[in-house]
T-cell receptor, first 111, second 115 residues
Framework: GQNIDQPTEMTATEGAIVQINCTYQTSGFNGLFWYQQHAGEAPTFLSYNVLDGLEEKGRFSSFLSRSKGYSYLLLKELQMKDSASYLCAVRDRGNAGKSTFGDGTTLTVKP | EAGVVQSPRYKIIEKKQPVAFWCNPISGHNTLYWYLQNLGQGPELLIRYENEEAVDDSQLPKDRFSAERLKGVDSTLKIQPAELGDSAVYLC?????????????FGPGTRLTVL
């Protein structure tokens, strides 16, 4: 099975940079995904990492270290609209279609 | 391209009543997922379909929950009878397949309140 840990809440200032960490213990790893979820809305896909290293996509970057069971999502030039919950999800190797989600990190961006 | 469609968006019922949720996945997506999401928690998988076959229903409480995906397209999730603890958001998602990079796309969810 999978065990995923994320901080519950974070606060940052508009225009700043914030890093949201995710650690996991898994019996089989086949990729890590990050989703954004605004209150009352569905999760939307942000990024995925399969191999170690940094993946950059505009203001969002995601990093993975498989040996450490660690990932982070980096948000640059924060905007008010970035206030949301950020979910880390790990895909299982043995059951390829199964992803286990963390409980999410609620990010509040303040002016 | 239309996204994942779910209905109803909101449902309020009394305990012991039946309820059903409907999902229409993105066209061409073979894999369909039903998740349950409680407030402040991440989505938890209930059942996954590959076309019309349920390939992972280990987390589905089969005494009261049932699901079907006729013709490998639309899907319904049913609860009978509903209990107070079933109050949650029920999310449907779809993906092209289960490849390493196949992304899941979520519908808006159905918020169920059991009184």
């Amino acid at each position: 099975g999978q065990n995923i840990d994320q901080p519950t809440e974070m606060t940052a200032t508009e225009g700043a940079i914030v890093q949201i960490n995710c650690t996991y213990q898994t019996s089989g790893f086949n990729g890590l995904f990050w989703y954004q979820q605004h209150a009352g809305e569905a999760p939307t896909f942000l990024s995925y990492n399969v191999l170690d290293g940094l993946e950059e996509k505009g203001r969002f970057s995601s990093f993975l270290s498989r040996s450490k069971g660690y990932s982070y999502l980096l948000l640059k030039e924060l905007q008010m609209k970035d206030s949301a919950s950020y979910l880390c999800a790990v895909r299982d190797r043995g059951n390829a279609g199964k992803s286990t989600f963390g409980d999410g990190t609620t990010l509040t961006v303040k002016p | 391209e239309a996204g994942v469609v779910q209905s109803p968006r909101y449902k309020i019922i009394e305990k012991k009543q039946p309820v059903a949720f409907w999902c229409n996945p993105i066209s061409g997506h073979n894999t369909l997922y039903w998740y349950l999401q409680n407030l402040g928690q991440g989505p938890e998988l209930l059942i996954r379909y590959e076309n019309e076959e349920a390939v992972d229903d280990s987390q589905l409480p089969k005494d009261r929950f049932s699901a079907e995906r006729l013709k490998g397209v639309d899907s319904t999730l049913k609860i009978q009878p509903a209990e107070l603890g079933d109050s949650a958001v029920y999310l449907c998602a779809s993906s092209i397949g289960t490849g390493v990079t196949d992304t899941q796309y979520f519908g808006p969810g159905t918020r169920l309140t059991v009184l």
